[in-house]
C-alpha cells in the first residue's frame, strides 16, 4: 500500500521486476526525493518480508509441536531415540546448508567493498553470519 502512495508522490521511482527471486528498485534521478522514496520503499519490503517470514515460522512452529506430540504419543518409549536421531541430521544438514549462505555472503560483501559505491570514501566490512537458533 505504501509503495503505491510513494510512486504517486515521485514521478521518479521505478519498481523493476523481481529477477531470480530479488526485489529490485531504481530511480530515475540522484536527488534527495528520489533517494528518499527508494529508501523508504525497501524499508517497507523488507519489514513486510519479516512479518510475513514471522507469522510463516510461527505457524511451522505450531505444526511441529502437534506433530511432535502426536508422535510422543503414538511411539511412547521409542520416540525419544527416533527425536534425537532426527535432530542430529538435521543439524547436521543445516549447518552445512547456513555454512554455504555464510561463504554467500561474505563473497557478496567483498564484491560490493571492491565495487566501491561511495568511490574514495572508507567502508566498513559488516560481518554477519547467520545461526542455528532452537
Known sequence: MQVLFLQSHCTCFRRKRPSSGVFKT?????????QKTLRT???YRINQE???LYAKKS????????????????WNNVWP????YIEDKLTNKM????????KKLD??????QTRGKNAG???KKAKIKIEICY
Open 107 to 112: 563473497k557478496l560483501q567483498e564484491e560490493n
Open 121 to 123: 570514501a572508507k567502508t
Open 59 to 74: 505457524k511451522l512452529n505450531e505444526k511441529l509441536l502437534q506433530l511432535h506430540l502426536k508422535c510422543a504419543d503414538d
Open 81 to 84: 531415540i527416533i527425536f534425537k
Open 41 to 43: 520503499a525497501n524499508l
Open 26 to 34: 531504481s530511480t530515475a534521478g540522484k536527488n534527495q526525493q528520489c
Open 95 to 102: 549447518e552445512s546448508h547456513y555454512n554455504n549462505l555464510n
Open 50 to 52: 519479516i512479518k510475513f
